[in-house]
């Protein structure tokens, strides 16, 4: 399967400065490309435009070793809108130019990068720790737009959009105020999001990282353990946290911590899989939650103001998809501590995704594999259509992986993947998308090229 993506070609490197070591990502060039799986498994990207033709980029979020080419997939549909909504990549690509600067860090555990810095990349390293403008969040920051701009891409799940900005704006202003410590621990809320798989819970989290005046960063559980056990501790998260807020410990205290995978620290009993280290980050996290000092690189981090949030799928908790009556017996019984669970003051069931919710997310939400393909289309100068039935089918397999929105995506891929060659070798002309019949077995029907 191969589609074309369009995006910043990037160099990975490590650089050691001051006896600590970074991970830099230098800006190569705003490129178009084939992103596509090996038949070794690896899904690389090969560079088709620029003054890097034929260089195959390795996927961001893939580890990778030094000095080695990585891309970025760019959402273009705000870049086309920005140019009168005309599609024309060498007027995106001479913004995009115009733009940047020359390096990148990391914002989280591969899910995205912190904004370019303009500076030189050792007067960066070199800069001091800037005190903290209490008043900088809500200078930048309007809960009402985020509200709007978020939900345009998460369809279905207004009120948990809702509950979560409110909860993490009522955070930041409990813990920017005067009052005492022991009055903001009691306001002071963590979050625990949790409902089936494809529901939007990390992509919410991962939309509002991109809206936030304030550092986030999203971790995964399952890359976690107790200290004397292979594996990430708590303390290279609040790490991480730092480097999203450019060192500024006293800004990274007041940030968001975000634990995806959750329920992956389950302790269940009978589970021969389970790892010996479970219910031990599980207590570390307790101490996380609890407002404590944390020690690393000579660094110390006070937790009680820092606002951890939670999101699991925690399949099988319950017989259906319906999770708002789920209690904490409930998460007891799946194998989370009943001292963790009480630590999340705030909990947010989403709402089960049905046959209905997966089509309004095709026809309406920004992140609709129809609406990213509509400009991808438009920019070779195809023309393209699909009818309410092929939108009814792609829902129905989408449904049928039991992935929710996830899938989507790879849906519509698998749907369209056999045309698009030919498409890109100028055959055609049009196409449209249909459900499958007996006389066409094919979800396109196309029209070729007039010579």
């Given at each position: 399967m191969a589609y074309l993506c369009i995006g910043y070609l990037l160099k990975k490197k490590h650089i050691t400065y001051e006896k600590r070591k970074y991970e830099i990502f230098e800006f190569i060039d705003y490129v178009a490309g084939i992103n596509f799986t090996?038949?070794?498994?690896?899904?690389?990207?090969?560079?088709?435009?620029?003054?890097?033709?034929?260089?195959?980029?390795d996927a961001l979020n893939e580890k990778a070793d030094e000095d080695e080419y990585v891309f970025l997939e760019n959402d273009l549909i705000k870049d086309i809108e920005s140019i009168d909504n005309h599609v024309n990549f060498t007027k995106i690509r001479e913004k995009k130019l115009a733009e940047t600067a020359q390096y990148y860090l990391r914002n989280d555990t591969g899910n995205g990068l912190i904004k370019l810095k303009n500076e030189g990349l050792i007067s960066y390293l070199q800069k001091s720790e800037?005190?903290?403008?209490?008043?900088?969040?809500?200078?930048n920051t309007d809960i009402s737009t985020m509200y709007s701009s978020i939900k345009k891409t998460i369809i279905s799940q207004d009120e948990q959009i809702m509950q979560i900005l409110t909860a993490l704006f009522k955070n930041q202003k409990v813990i920017n105020s005067d009052l005492n410590m022991d009055l903001i621990a009691k306001l002071k809320e963590n979050i625990l999001i949790y409902g089936s798989t494809g529901t939007g819970k990390t992509e919410i989290l991962k939309r509002i990282s991109k809206l936030y005046k304030i550092p986030i960063v999203i971790?995964?559980?399952t890359s976690l353990s107790e200290t004397g056990y292979v594996g990430r501790k708590i303390t290279d998260m609040l790490e991480d946290l730092c480097l999203a807020a450019d060192n500024d410990i006293k800004l990274a205290e007041k940030g968001i911590l975000v634990i995806d995978e959750f329920d992956k620290l389950a302790e269940k009993s009978g589970d021969n899989q389970s790892h010996v280290s479970r219910i031990g980050v599980q207590r570390s996290l307790l101490k996380l939650l609890d407002g404590t000092l944390f020690y690393f690189d000579n660094k110390k981090f006070d937790t009680s103001k820092l606002t951890v949030v939670g999101l699991g799928a925690f399949t099988g908790i319950t017989d259906g998809d319906d999770y708002k009556h789920i209690t904490t017996d409930d998460f007891m019984k799946y194998g989370i501590m009943r001292e963790l669970i009480g630590r999340f003051s705030k909990t947010i069931p989403m709402n089960p995704l049905k046959k209905d919710d997966i089509i309004k997310i095709l026809k309406e939400s920004d992140f609709s594999p129809i609406n990213t393909y509509q400009k991808l289309f438009e920019m070779l100068e195809v023309k393209f259509e699909f009818?309410?039935?092929?939108?009814?089918?792609?829902?129905?397999?989408?449904?049928?992986?039991?992935?929710?929105?996830?899938?989507?995506?790879?849906?519509?891929?698998d749907c369209i993947s056999s045309a698009l060659f030919r498409i890109f070798a100028g055959e055609y002309s049009s196409i449209s998308l249909v459900r499958p019949d007996i006389e066409n077995n094919k979800p396109y029907i196309l029209t070729k090229t007039k010579k």
């Open positions: 090996n038949t070794e498994h690896k899904e690389l990207c090969n560079i088709l435009s620029g003054t890097n033709v034929g260089i195959y980029a800037k005190d903290f403008d209490e008043d900088e969040f809500e200078k971790e995964d559980a009818t309410d039935d092929f939108i009814e089918y792609i829902a129905e397999l989408a449904i049928a992986k039991h992935s929710g929105a996830r899938s989507l995506k790879t849906v519509f891929d």
